[in-house]
């Protein structure tokens, strides 16, 4: 039965709400090469070399390319983490590797699933 009226629309659930940005799938990784400074270092030295006035641009870039990269690196999945809380996680989950594949090998000896020859 069709409820008419506000009665109806109580019934209604609420649009979920948005996901924070954080949970947002993280941009794509920037090319290989955007992470080396070695470019920029060698065309300081060149602007160097040649008492060029281009030398204050370059060093704003690598300034600002250090920036991007300390705020790439603190976006980073799991950076808060610890070296040892990594450890425990990488030991919990291979224990459950273990476990399942005992089971599976159980489960497999009972014989109870036909497994189709290749």
């Known amino acids: 039965a069709m409820a008419s009226g506000p009665a109806g629309r109580a019934a ?8 924070p940005a954080e ?12 992470f080396s400074f070695l470019p920029l270092v060698h065309d300081i030295i060149k602007c160097m070399d ?4 281009d030398v204050h641009q ?6 600002n390319k250090f920036q991007e990269m300390r705020k790439l690196i603190s976006s980073m999945p799991g950076i ?3 070296p040892e809380q990594q450890q425990q996680q990488l030991q919990s989950l291979r224990e459950q590797v273990r476990t399942k594949n005992e089971l599976l090998q159980k489960y497999k000896s009972l014989c109870m699933f036909e497994i189709p020859k290749e």
């Not at 209604?12 to 996901?19: A, L, R």
């Not at 040649?50 to 006035?53: G, I, N, P």
């Not at 370059?58 to 300034?63: G, S």
């Open 58 to 63: 370059v060093l704003n870039e690598l300034k």
């Open 50 to 53: 040649k008492d060029s006035q």
């Open 80 to 82: 808060g983490v610890s």
């Open 12 to 19: 209604e659930e609420p649009p979920p709400p948005e996901p």
């Open 23 to 34: 949970q947002k799938s993280p941009p794509l990784p920037p090319a290989q090469e955007e």
